[in-house]
């Protein structure tokens, strides 16, 4: 796949994360503020500028020349990283939860006797 179409595909991403955290912003203050929801034309508002919102941030790194830059550097560089099979990342996840799992026993162990001892000196 080419590199520019991975960027775009990126872009508009991030134009539709915009605008739809745009949009759930404005109905959280039109739900929540009484006020809000009294100016005069905020229903059509509340849908129109978070789609505004987003078109402008795709449009912005668009146009962006040290964006396109950077994320095309980005894009050929993850292209040469060496992913771990499947079977390493199944290995690695349990070696993880092991060690978590010993930490939490040993950090728990720790506090019960902390816990023990504190409250034999405050009784």
Known sequence: MDNRKIIVGLYLAAGLLVG????ATMNYLYISF??????PGIQIGKEVIPVLLGILTFTIFMKHKQANLVMGE???ELK????PSKDDVVRS???VMIC?????A??????LFFGKVIGFLLS
């Open 20 to 23: 739809y955290l745009s949009h």
């Open 34 to 39: 009484y006020k809000v929801s009294r100016i």
């Open 74 to 76: 980005s894009v050929s």
């Open 80 to 83: 040469k990283v060496t992913w």
């Open 93 to 95: 996840t349990y070696v």
């Open 100 to 104: 978590i799992a010993i930490a939490s």
């Open 106 to 111: 040993f950090l728990a162990t720790f506090d």
